[in-house]
Structures are given as structure tokens and as C-alpha cells.
């Protein structure tokens, strides 16, 4: 078994005026141009820089092992191999949400993330940041399938206290099955963090 004490953590800014049309998303122009521009084309390219990336590092003589920006490897716990969340709020980008969502100070959660794992001789940077969600719960209350309880994040705690992400799943097939675009986002978008004056 191979170690990979570090995490290398990148994160895309997702492009506000697409964001901001979330609320208009049963438009279908609006929820393809978010699921393309705001999903798809992301992780792509994400993808891409974790290999380029991790391709130097291996040239370099170490080990690594990109970790995919959104694909799912246990779909009945919804999650991934990696939380690319957790990694990011452990490199001192920023902290979890009410809304399970990483926020940043500058783009609230308005970023998508991947991960690289190496064995290469990093110096960690950053510190953990504290949640600064204080009474907020924004999130809470525009979700359509209340799929937030409104607790803050504990790391010794599991999800599911915090999140029903099979309330999420079962929209958007419930989307899909009435032939809609699956796409939400509305915690994303009304985030005050990511919604300030820019």
C-alpha cells in the first residue's frame, strides 16, 4: 500500500453571472449554461491541471495519485474516494459550511476543487480556518428539499447529522425523470460570501 502523507488541493472559481442565475433555473437555458459552465467544463478542467500537475510530480521521482474533481465511488453513502472539501479546509482555504459546502472568504462556495495525493516533501502551508457562518443559515432555508439541518461542522461528527445528501439525489432524478436539466445549486448561490459586492 502506497502512502500519500500530502494533499495538494486546487480550486476553480466558478463564474459569478452564471451562478447568479441560479434562481431562474427552471429556465432550461439557464440550467444547461450552469451545468456546462459551471459543472462539466470545470471538472475537466480541474482534471486536466491534476494530471499535468501530477505528471511533474512523478517526473520529479515521487509518487501521486490524482484524485477525479467529481466522481462518485460509493453511491450508497454519495461520496467519493477523496473529500477534496475536507482537504482544501485542512490546507486553510477555508471551512465547512451549514451547507457541507467549502467556503472560501473570497468566493464563498462559489469554487469547485480537486486533489492531488504525493509522497513529495512538502511544506503544509495555511492554518485551519474557524467557521464564520455565525447564525447564518441562508442555506438552510432556500434549500427546496431541506436537505440541511443548520448545525455547524464537526469533524468528529458524520454527515448525515449535518446533511441528507440523498434528499439532493432523489431531486434531481426527480429533475431528470420530468425531463429537466439536474441542476439546483441555490446553497451555492445564496451564500453571502460568495454573493458580495465584487
Known sequence: MVSYP????????????????????????????????AYDVINQRLDLIASILSSYIQEHGHRVLPIPAAERINDEKICAQFSHKLGAHLAGLGWIGKSCLLITPENGPRVRW????????????????????????????????????????????????????????????????????PVCGLCLYVCPYGRKKR
Open 6 to 37: 500530502y494533499a495538494i488541493s486546487l480550486g476553480i472559481k466558478l463564474i459569478h453571472p452564471i451562478v447568479d442565475k441560479l434562481p431562474f433555473r427552471n429556465e432550461r437555458s439557464v440550467a444547461l449554461n450552469y451545468q456546462l459552465h
Open 114 to 181: 480537486t486533489t492531488v495525493l504525493t509522497d513529495a516533501p512538502l511544506t503544509p502551508t495555511g492554518n485551519k480556518l474557524d467557521e464564520r457562518c455565525g447564525t447564518c443559515n441562508e442555506c438552510v432555508k432556500i434549500c427546496p428539499v431541506q436537505a440541511f439541518t443548520g448545525r455547524n461542522f464537526d469533524e468528529t461528527e458524520k454527515r448525515e447529522l449535518r446533511y441528507d445528501a440523498k434528499k439532493c439525489q432523489e431531486y434531481f432524478n426527480e429533475l431528470k425523470n420530468n425531463g429537466q436539466a
